[in-house]
């Protein structure tokens, strides 16, 4: 049976560091047999404000609850924005409240990658943190390895985008695997 794992995440500028960790993330779930989808910062963007009294959901709005619902998994990446999630990343995972009412409900029993990229350390552990935090008050259940980057520290992507840092392509495998390998104890 295929994994489905939804990426979430970036920010208003496509190819954004923080939607490149979550893409190679989802890559590497790929090559270990997934299913993927990505919801990047520039659709999530195109979001309107979550309102919890709206019953009429536009399409965009429809299809990341969708996705979510039938996910296995997800990867959720932010960048580190004042010491918390972005306002596009908080703001989709607000529409997902949508599911309270699911038999599953949030993210109940989903392993959770966990990707920050901050223009520092403190920031970007700040962030991580805030993102745990999150997804534990949603149930779901963060790998063990959360990704950081320091952006003014590292450049972990080659001109193309893909991975040139070692330990960042090592660490991208290591939460795939925990992903596709999760298993929600009976």
Same mark, same amino acid.
């Given at each position: ?95 997902l409240e949508d599911t309270r009412s ?12 966990l990707v920050v990229s901050a223009a520092?350390? +403190? ?51 290591? +939460? ?11």
């Amino acid at each position: 049976m295929t994994r489905r794992i939804v990426g979430i995440g970036g920010t208003v500028r496509q190819g954004s560091s923080s939607e490149l960790l979550v893409r190679a993330v989802l890559g590497e779930c790929e090559a270990l047999g997934a299913a993927t989808a990505m919801f990047d910062g520039p659709s999530l963007a195109a979001l309107p404000m979550y309102n919890p009294e709206g019953q009429d959901r536009n399409d965009a709005e429809r299809a990341l609850v969708d996705a979510v619902r039938s996910a296995d998994g997800l990867v959720i990446g932010s960048p580190g924005y004042h010491g918390s999630v972005s306002g596009v990343v908080k703001n989709a995972i607000d529409l997902l409240e949508d599911t309270r009412s699911d038999e599953r409900c949030y993210f109940d029993g989903l392993p959770i990658g966990l990707v920050v990229s901050a223009a520092g350390w +403190q920031a970007g552990g700040v962030t991580l943190a805030a993102m745990r935090g999150i997804v534990h008050a949603m149930r779901g259940w963060p790998t063990p390895l959360g990704i950081m980057i320091n952006s003014s520290a590292q450049r972990p992507f080659a001109a193309d985008g893909r991975i040139a840092d070692t330990s960042v392509a090592e660490a991208v495998a290591l +939460q795939a695997r925990q992903i596709m390998t999760f298993k929600v104890a009976a």
